[in-house]
C-alpha cells in the first residue's frame, strides 16, 4: 500500500495520526480530550482538596493548616498561569 504525499506540513504523532499545523493548536474547545486541560484541571482539584483539609483541622494544628493553605494558593497560581499562557479563561475557584 502506498502513501500520498501531503502539499501540506504534517506531523506523525505516536499513534500513528497525521496532524496539521491548524489543527495541533491548543484550544478549550474540547476540554475533556485535551491534555492539558486535565493537566490544570488536577492542579486546580488538587488545590481545593487542600483548601477543604486545611479548614477541617483544628486551630491547633495552625502549622499544618498554613502549609496546606501555601501548597493551595501555590496551585491556584500555576494553574491560573497556565490558563493565560494558553489564553483560557479563568476556572472555577473553589
Not at 35 to 41: K, N, Q
Not at 62 to 74: G, I, K, S
Amino acid at each position: 500500500m502506498k502513501r500520498k504525499r501531503s502539499t501540506f506540513n504534517t506531523a506523525r504523532r505516536r499513534n500513528g495520526h497525521t496532524c496539521s499545523p491548524g489543527k495541533s493548536r491548543v484550544e478549550p474547545g474540547n476540554e475533556t480530550d485535551n491534555p492539558l486541560y486535565r493537566a490544570v484541571r488536577a492542579l486546580e482539584e488538587k488545590a481545593a482538596g487542600l483548601r477543604r483539609l486545611a479548614e477541617h483541622f483544628p486551630s491547633r494544628y495552625c502549622a499544618l493548616v498554613d502549609r496546606y493553605e501555601r501548597r493551595a494558593n501555590r496551585l491556584y497560581q500555576l494553574a491560573a498561569r497556565v490558563r493565560q499562557v494558553l489564553g483560557w479563561a479563568a476556572g472555577p475557584i473553589v
